[in-house]
Every structure is written in structure tokens, then in C-alpha cells.
């Protein structure tokens, strides 16, 4: 199960600390939903998601300072002691002392932000569902085309780095060679990146490693991408019969989602940069409403509509 370090989490959300003595270290954030804990403060703990992030907004946390000091620190123990892995008080409310001391003898870290209730739950729920994503690594290049991500694969030495170079080159960017490490953000959404050892480096059978970022500039190269376009580079097969009008898409399954593939057989003296250019402004032309087959398909279709009238 993926898990994310609390203190990076503390880091990246830029939450402050108000419980410095409690240990995070080993505080793991392994949901991506998070709670808040409205009805719990009034001691209804039946289906309660202790393992989710905890947030005390501004209506619960004027709901606790209503309530008599006693029965306040009863609910907000009560609910602490739960095996919570945080709580966070946002739209710049602040726990009082009692309810710190709380909080460190339950080991239990208290952290703030400024930010109102709703954007920071917007925003913390999208990091963490990115962060959580099932992950998987691919062989492949990872291409920033026309701003379509295009996953090129294929068998080893079958000319995927050679495509990717020679796109770079034309202007476009490398997210990943030889490997593609591919999270599942959504149900529609692929994300891929690059493990950190060989991020911005390419491969060239014959040649070795070169550094993409220093020899063409750092805007050449980007962090991530989602996946728009699989193409599959194959060696030609003379008996095999290729789609030559595009009217059906064809798609391959990655961690449950279905992306829109091309298969290219692979002939000398075809140039794949431009291929794959093509691919990629006709994958969003279609997009965008335009297919360039059925739009053929039509004329043809009226054209013979025409001829038997005659």
C-alpha cells in the first residue's frame, strides 16, 4: 500500500506545526480522503474514518469554543484519542492551550493553515489523490507533443529514443526514457513521470547517455504529463493487415484505463518524428470534434449518393 511521510505532506501543504513536540516521522497518510469531524465532537463515533486526515474548520471549531471548558476538552479528547494520524485547524482558527496538550499526550499532531475550509480540502484531497495513485513503470518514452502526451513503446532497439530525440529537436519535450513510471489519478487520467535516477537522460544505442536538459535547455524537458496517446512501434509485417483509414479507434488498458493507441510498422526511410507529430494533432483534432475519416467517409458516401441519382 502506497503511503505518504506526513512531514512531506506538512511540507508541501505548507502547514504550520503547533505541536512540535509530537514525533511525525513515522506518521504515514495512506488514504486520500480526508474528515471532519462534526459529529463525532458531539460523541457519535459510529463509522468513524479515524485512519483519514482530520480538518476542524471554522463551524466546528466555534462549535467546541461554545461549549463549557470541561465538556470541551471531554469531546475534543474523546475524539482525539482515537489513533487519528493529524488534525488540522484551518481559516486561520487556533487551538487552545488545553487542547495542545492534548494533542502531545496522545501523540496526536496538531498542524494550522491560514487557508478557508473548502479551498484547502479541495486542494489537500487533489495532492493526496496524486500521491496515492496506483503506480506502475512501463518500458517506453514518454513525449510532450502539441501538449498531448504520447507514450511511444515498443521492443528494445526498435528506434523509441531515436523518435523522441529527433521530436526534441523539433521543438517538442522528453518526460521519460526507457522508463515511465504511470499513476492512476483519476478514472480518465494518466499521469506519467520519471524515476529519479535517469530523469532528463536518453539512451542512444551506439553513442550512450546524453543529458537532454543540458544540451538542448531546460525547455526541452518537463517533469510530468498525462497520457493522451499510446503508439506502438512494430517491425513491418508484410502479411499483416494495417488500418489505413483510422474510422475505429483502437485502445490498450492501462491500470484500468482505456487509452487510444496506434500501431506503426517500422520501414526504413520512415521519418517517426513526423508520424508521431501527425498522431498526435489528429488525436486532438478529434478531440476536438474533427475526424478526418468519417469526414472522408461522408464525401465518399455523398459522392455515390450522387452518382446513382444521375
Not at 495542545?100 to 479551498?119: D, F, Q
Not at 513491418?236 to 475505429?248: A, M
Amino acid at each position: 500500500m502506497k503511503a505518504v511521510k506526513l512531514t512531506y505532506m506538512v511540507e508541501e501543504m505548507n502547514l504550520k506545526n503547533l505541536t512540535p513536540d509530537v514525533d511525525m516521522e513515522k506518521i504515514r497518510i495512506t488514504l486520500p480522503d480526508i474528515n471532519r469531524p462534526a459529529l463525532q465532537l458531539t460523541g457519535y463515533f459510529e463509522h468513524f474514518a479515524s485512519e483519514r486526515v482530520q480538518i476542524i474548520g471554522y463551524v466546528e471549531y466555534t462549535y467546541l469554543m461554545h461549549l463549557e471548558k470541561e465538556k470541551r476538552l471531554r469531546c475534543f479528547e474523546e475524539f482525539i484519542s482515537k489513533k487519528i494520524p493529524c488534525v488540522i485547524f484551518t481559516t486561520m482558527t487556533e487551538p487552545d492551550a488545553d487542547m495542545l496538550e492534548l494533542g502531545k499526550k496522545y501523540e496526536v499532531p496538531i498542524l494550522g493553515t491560514e487557508r478557508t475550509t473548502s479551498n484547502f480540502m479541495a486542494e489537500i484531497i487533489r495532492w493526496l489523490n496524486v500521491q496515492l495513485a496506483p503506480c506502475i513503470s512501463i518500458h517506453g518514452v514518454l513525449v510532450d507533443v502539441y501538449g498531448e502526451g504520447v507514450l511511444i513503446m515498443g521492443e528494445s532497439g526498435i528506434g523509441k529514443s531515436e523518435a523522441a530525440l529527433e521530436l526534441l529537436k523539433r521543438g517538442h519535450r522528453l518526460v521519460s526514457d526507457d522508463v515511465v513510471e504511470i499513476s492512476k489519478v483519476s478514472d480518465v487520467t494518466l499521469v506519467g513521470t520519471a524515476p529519479d535516477i535517469t530523469r532528463h537522460f536518453i539512451e542512444l544505442r551506439g553513442i550512450g547517455i546524453i543529458d537532454v536538459k543540458t544540451l538542448f535547455g531546460v525547455e526541452s524537458v518537463k517533469n510530468t504529463q498525462s497520457i493522451d496517446l499510446v503508439i506502438k512501434l512494430e517491425e513491418w509485417d508484410r502479411d499483416k493487415e494495417y488500418d489505413r483509414l483510422g474510422l475505429k479507434e483502437e485502445y490498450t488498458e492501462i491500470l484500468g484505463n482505456k487509452v487510444v493507441c496506434h500501431s506503426l510498422p517500422i520501414r526504413p526511410g520512415r521519418n517517426l518524428a513526423v508520424i508521431v507529430e501527425s498522431a498526435a494533432v489528429n488525436h486532438r483534432q478529434k478531440k476536438m470534434g474533427y475526424n478526418a475519416a468519417q469526414e472522408l467517409y461522408n464525401r465518399v458516401q455523398a459522392n455515390l449518393a450522387r452518382k446513382r441519382e444521375d
